[in-house]
């Protein structure tokens, strides 16, 4: 008998593990919001229905799908590369930027501010094929550790938010990375990551050119910048890539506030989600002052908006993806 009701015990336990698309949030309104607007948009016969193939949800990388502090992870490589190549040839080092970068003064290069950044990563990110340089990320991915919680960076994505994007894609979603961040970098480890393939990532774009290589057809990283995907960027990217208006918008910052605003504006069921980083503890709580990351005008805009604040300290049981924490 006692085998029995153990049996039975599991069976139930398991089923109930199962029936749950979003184990790693708690329970309460921002998990019930989520669950509620997908059934609302996927439950044929619903007055928000909405045809698979308009079941788009966009998501910011940075911040929202893994972390951001204390700088962008692809800041990171960018100085990692920087100092290869300034080792293999030192007059690349031509700048006081360029030069702190490859010591690691980051203070010296914040203070130059975007333009500063800019700067390091046109140099490290130029002079290379696509095809080489996204080989180069996916190595450095492998083995690249954060610089103050020790962890991999490839375990510091948000094991809520890949939970999201699976159970999106279980109801006929298709999820996109829209992000400030450089489209051949995130095409290097997303689709591992995030199971987004490189053809659902707006990002970012430094020049390119193509030209024939030692007899091989090659595109070719130039410095310079043709795109920004930030802010009112992001929108402008949406349209031009994808032609539909997402009916799912995740972000964190106020780089992504004209994407929520545009998204969630018009007709239909609509959801705008705002990740905010308030769990010092087990990550970091930021939001209006911060140099990374900052949320200003989404705290101040978004609740008349009716978007959805994610508290990461109350609503995630657990944050990263490579631990049980």
Do not use: C
């Not at 979003?22 to 619903?46: A, H, I, M, Q, Y």
Request: glycine share 10%.
């Amino acid at each position: 008998m006692r085998n029995v009701l153990f049996l039975v015990l599991s069976v139930v336990w398991i089923g109930n593990v199962l029936a749950d698309p979003l184990p790693s949030w708690n329970e309460g309104e921002t998990k019930t919001r989520l669950l509620e607007f997908v059934n609302r948009v996927t439950e044929p016969g619903s007055p928000d229905f909405v045809p698979t193939p308009a079941r788009v949800a966009v998501f910011d990388n940075d911040g929202t799908l893994w972390a951001e502090q204390p700088v962008y992870f692809q800041f990171l490589y960018a100085l990692d590369r920087l100092k290869e190549i300034a080792a293999a040839d030192p007059s690349v080092l031509n700048s006081d930027v360029l030069k702190a970068a490859a010591q690691g003064d980051l203070e010296t290069v914040a203070k130059a501010g975007e333009e500063g950044l800019l700067e390091v990563v046109m140099v490290s990110h130029s002079g290379i094929s696509v095809e080489d340089f996204q080989a180069d990320v996916a190595k450095w991915m492998a083995t690249a550790v954060h610089p103050t919680k020790d962890l991999p960076l490839k375990h510091m994505t948000y094991q809520p938010m890949l939970e999201l994007l699976r159970y999106l894609r279980d109801e006929g979603f298709t999820t996109y990375i829209v992000s400030g961040g450089g489209i051949h970098f995130m095409r290097a480890f997303a689709e591992e990551a995030y199971g987004i393939p490189p053809e659902q990532i707006i990002g970012s774009a430094g020049k390119t050119r193509y030209e024939i290589v030692d007899g091989e057809p090659t595109i070719l990283k130039d410095p310079g910048i043709a795109f920004i995907d930030d802010k009112a960027g992001k929108p402008v990217g949406i349209d031009s890539k994808i032609g539909r208006k997402p009916i799912l918008v995740g972000g964190n910052s106020d780089g992504d506030f004209e994407m929520l605003e545009w998204a969630t504006s018009g007709d239909g069921a609509r959801l705008g989600l705002i990740v905010h980083h308030t769990d010092a503890t087990r990550e970091w709580a930021y939001d209006r002052d911060s140099h990374i990351g900052r949320l200003d005008r989404g705290l101040d805009e978004g609740p008349a908006m009716n978007w959805l604040f994610v508290d990461m300290a109350k609503d995630w049981s657990r944050v990263w993806s490579g631990s049980g924490n």
